[in-house]
């Protein structure tokens, strides 16, 4: 199984800012088959980017995601309000899916 | 528009069996891939199983916790797709998230809103 470790685990940052949120693979991700989903209080998740890099369907261009093997990284170039939430990655290379454990994006 | 409605959660004792069911519209059930998801209070997302369409044909998968007690099954008559637990434990206490992928892919395009599921005596 593939284990997905995310950090920071909480990151504090205002509005305008950029914010950098790291997951890494306990082994390479087949395919970079790698997606990130933010989950704001009280709501059910919402895909942002499948592919490690595609974003989903009305996701704003502030969000991108990068990286490749082990490493990947979800980036929000501009925090908007509404961003302030739990951000989850997901591997879908190997078998069982895995999530990592969330980061949180709070206000500072 | 695609639209996930789950229903069938509640209060129920340990050892007790339950099924949730996800009702989808907006796109053609029958080719989908369906996956159910849990979110433990407080916790992270984890990923139970998935159902691919009778088209693609091949296994369910399911995560490794929850094999033997856990049933994923589809009816694309009724356009619905279902969860059965048996010999729930307190560790299944969780909000049960039906997902739709849009493709034959492992990410979830579509979450519906969940449902709850509370195991207490």
């Known amino acids: 199984e593939i284990v997905l470790t995310q950090s920071p685990g909480t990151l504090s940052l205002s509005p305008g800012e950029r914010g950098t949120l790291s997951c890494r693979a306990s082994?390479?991700?087949?395919?970079?088959?790698l997606a990130w989903y933010q989950q704001r209080p009280g709501q059910a998740p919402r895909l942002l980017i499948h592919?490690?890099?595609t974003r989903a369907t009305g996701i704003p261009d502030r969000f991108s995601g990068s990286g490749s093997g082990t490493d990947f990284t979800l980036t929000i170039s501009r925090l908007e309000p509404e961003d302030f939430a739990m951000y989850y990655c997901?591997?879908?290379?190997?078998?069982?899916?895995?999530f990592g454990q969330g980061t949180k994006v709070e206000i500072k | 528009e695609v639209q996930l409605m789950e229903s069938g959660g509640g209060l129920v004792k340990p050892g007790g069996s339950l099924t949730l069911s996800c009702a989808a519209s907006?796109?053609?059930?029958?080719?989908?891939?369906m996956s159910w998801v849990r979110q433990a209070p407080g916790k992270g997302l984890e990923w139970i199983g998935r159902?691919?369409?009778?088209?693609?044909?091949?296994?369910?998968d399911y995560a490794a916790p929850v094999k033997g007690r856990f049933t994923i099954s589809r009816d694309d008559s009724k356009n619905t797709l279902y969860l059965v637990i048996n010999s729930l434990i307190i560790e299944d206490t969780a909000v049960y998230y039906c997902?739709?992928?849009?493709?034959?892919?492992?990410?979830?395009?579509?979450w519906g809103k969940g449902t709850t599921v509370t195991v207490s005596s």
């Open positions: 907006g796109f053609r059930f029958s080719d989908a891939w």
């Open positions: 997902t739709w992928h849009l493709t034959v892919s492992g990410y979830m395009d579509v």
């Open positions: 997901q591997q879908y290379g190997g078998s069982p899916w895995t």
């Open positions: 592919g490690t890099s």
């Open positions: 082994q390479s991700v087949s395919s970079n088959y």
């Open positions: 159902l691919k369409s009778k088209v693609s044909g091949g296994p369910i």
